[in-house]
């Protein structure tokens, strides 16, 4: 089935500065990447996906780039506040074998971004 | 609108109790998800419903049983549970089922304790 690896698990960065978060998957057919944002006590939400049509997506502070030959894809989050800390899911949606249709998740990403 | 509602929020129960917990959603989607989460993990997949029938069930012990009463509805009964099913426990919901670009919405979750 799809495999899902997620980095760095902790990222701390001072209030302006970017951050990066990194997944690479491992079933080439998969071809939807969401990422969700969950902030303590709440639901995962939908932040931003890609299809793998498309290389590159943006919106407002918040793009994701996606290399299908390499199988991986990343969040970058400019211009970080503090109600940018979260914890970060990337997720990869199965499009072959017994992972069809099926989300597979990174483990996450634990963002505090610093007054 | 993109919500999916949950009930109750919180739930705590004995080992011998039998509940249930309740996922609404009004966005006609034709697919619905139980998901399990423990603490600063990823959500992990347990049950798929495509067009109110189970199509995927991730070998989840038995004393977990879900039911599709109609298009909107999802529930999930419980019984017999162990100290170690205490997590949180997320419906979400898709538009179409099995398709691998098919965006899921997650509920916010109902809080489970077994004690």
């Known amino acids: 089935g799809e495999n899902v690896e997620q980095h760095p698990s902790t990222l701390s960065v001072q209030e302006g500065d970017s951050a990066v978060i990194k997944c690479t998957y491992s079933d080439s057919a998969s071809n939807y990447f969401p990422w969700y944002k969950q902030e303590l006590g709440k639901r995962p939400q939908l932040i931003i996906d890609?299809?793998?049509?498309?290389g590159e997506k943006k919106d407002q502070r918040i793009a994701v780039t996606l290399n299908k030959t390499a199988k991986h894809f990343s969040l970058h989050i400019t211009e970080t506040q503090p109600e940018d800390s979260a914890v970060y899911f990337c997720a990869a949606l199965g499009a072959g074998g017994t992972s069809y249709g099926k989300l597979t998740f990174g483990q996450g990403t634990i963002l505090t971004v610093h007054p | 609108d993109t919500e999916v509602t949950q009930t109750p929020k919180h739930l705590v129960m004995g080992m011998t109790n039998k509940k249930s917990l309740k996922c609404e959603q009004h966005?006609?989607?034709?697919?619905m998800y139980w998901y399990k989460q423990k603490a600063k993990k990823p959500p992990e997949l347990m049950f798929v419903y495509s067009y109110e029938k189970l199509s995927i069930n991730e070998s989840v012990p038995s004393r977990f049983s879900p039911e599709c009463p109609n298009s909107s509805l999802l529930n999930l009964h419980l019984h017999a549970l162990q100290p170690e099913d205490s997590a949180l426990y997320l419906c979400a919901s898709s538009q179409v089922p099995a398709v691998s670009t098919d965006t899921q919405y997650f509920g916010p979750g109902t809080r489970l304790t077994v004690l």
């Open positions: 966005m006609g989607h034709r697919a």
């Open positions: 890609i299809r793998s049509n498309v």
